[in-house]
């Protein structure tokens, strides 16, 4: 993640999607998960899975994770996330660098 933040801000992106790559999301609503990006209401969208997508494990775990961290975020641990340039720029500042290769 730190690599493809710093590579976003090195090239100027406008925008940077995350997926994870275990099948859970579909790289066919991209458009959607931009879409408030896009409009400049967000400056980060976190996707939304569907208890159907998720395996029963996880399930648990998201139930947990929901509750604790409260507000308006139903699915904080989705892998799913857009975000647009200021966020982008603000996270790859603030992510631990790393020394002789430890963090």
Known sequence: MKNA???????????????????????REIPKLLEPITNDAADIVIGFRSFGQMPAYR???????????????RDSQCGFRALNRRAIEVLAGTLVKEVDGYL
């Open 5 to 27: 933040l710093r590579y976003a801000v090195e090239h100027s992106f406008e925008a940077l999607v995350l997926l994870d790559g275990d099948g859970q999301h579909d790289p």
């Open 59 to 73: 399930r648990i775990g998201r139930k947990v994770l929901d509750h604790a961290t409260g507000g308006p975020v």
